[in-house]
């Protein structure tokens, strides 16, 4: 059967569209998508081309393809109109009910969703990725002090790709801190943690989901092994009931997820707005 | 002067929400807002206590607030609706136009965006943020093999952050080789790179910018100070240009902007959607 095609079409690149476009095609069940991204389509010689490839793709399956746009000029956005498809545009959607609640002309310009327009935003971001690689996993001399969070778990519970997103995409400081077999034998806190309890995140995953994620690092290692990993998971589960810290199972999030849950947890500020 | 509020409202993590309302709130210039996320409204009752929220932040500024929301229950949606606000709802705007597109109706569910629905997206997340982690800055043994993409270019130029992003954001392994003073001497190709050549992305950036950037890591050294700067830039490029990368110039672009120009210049598919 030949899917229908979508396509993602941007004078940027396209994030917003993609973004958007996918929250609302998972609202439909078992509809199958060909998807395509052309980012950067900024002039009406570029849009052309983006309604000959768009209309290619609908004879050839022989259905009317979704376009996902974010356009804000209107001559470009009214040739990609001419194509052959459902064009869902968002700028057009509600530019124009902002502009009456603003009682103020949009600019009509590209490039301001993400570009530098905020070097300052650009900055954070880049600070905290790299304060996050500097805190990983306990590498290197620790700065809990200058975190906005840490977070806490037993390795691979996915503490380093959620500290990497939390910089990345919201540019906060998330240090963290792998639970090794000692911390988890004793019935304190770590020493390290300790003075940062009000910035401490525990992270927990389901032993199956765990166990399965080890036996790929390391197959059939003790390490991966089923006793080994729900007796780490319980010890840790015990210590963020002991000390109070607030945690999450991680095992059916996302990592987008996660970082809403840590950031609304710890009633977190975001340091960038995308 | 009092600042508006702007709302992100929605069942999920509201990166939809955020996402969209940051592309349209750049569109208008000079306008101030005081903007707060509220994820995981799920319930008629968590939307009550949302309206209020919204209510009082209208009466203390004196300006109507403007919400962005993404809600797929109706009746949460009905709720949210009576705040003294203007309420722009993705979701509501669009799921009609599609179910009439595809001649089916919307699932209405929450929690599917970035749901755990796709466990094999989540994994090739994760998974592509090992590899770029396994294959930053020439640290350890280099997979360029299995690599998507490998970015090229000199220290601070950008290229871990970018990797980061695209394994992250698409699920792309993106490896990154930093060219050292040897690679920028010689007339060749460094070794390592030689097999790989389609796979190599050049970053570069204007001097004064890296120098900057050098400067905040390491105050007055020779790494930061401007004829080492312009030297190894010049010879990054005269390298690129000799070896036909392509390559992109940073320096005015976002972390977004540079991973959608190398996905669209590399013709690499996203191996995630959000």
Redesign the interface.
Known sequence: MSK?SVFFVSD?????A???G????????G?QYQ?L?L??VATVAQAAEVVQRIDEAGRESGL?P?VFA?L?DDQVRAVLRQANA?C?D??A???G??EA??A?P????SG??????NLVS?AA??NA?NFA?ANDDGAGPRDYASADVVLVGVSRS?K??TC??LA??YGVLAANYPLTDDDLESDELPAALAPYRSKLFGLTIRPDRLQQIRHERRPNSRYASLPQVQSELRAALTLFGRAAIPHLDT???????I???I??GQHLE?RV??
Chains 1, 2 share one sequence.
């Not at 949009?106 to 310009?109: I, P």
């Not at 301001?112 to 327009?117: L, V």
């Not at 095992?251 to 997820?257: D, F, Y």
């Open positions: 229908r940027q690149t396209g994030v917003t993609e973004t958007l996918h929250s609302l095609l998972t609202q439909f069940d509809a998807s991204s980012p950067f009317r979704i974010t804000v459902l869902l968002f700028f959607a509600f530019l009910p902002l609640e603003l103020m949009s600019a009509h310009a301001r969703a993400h570009g530098m327009s650009y971001r880049i990725t690689l996915g380093t790709p990497l997103y990345l995409q095992t059916e999030c996302s990592i987008e997820e970082a809403s849950r950031l609304d975001r707005r995308l």
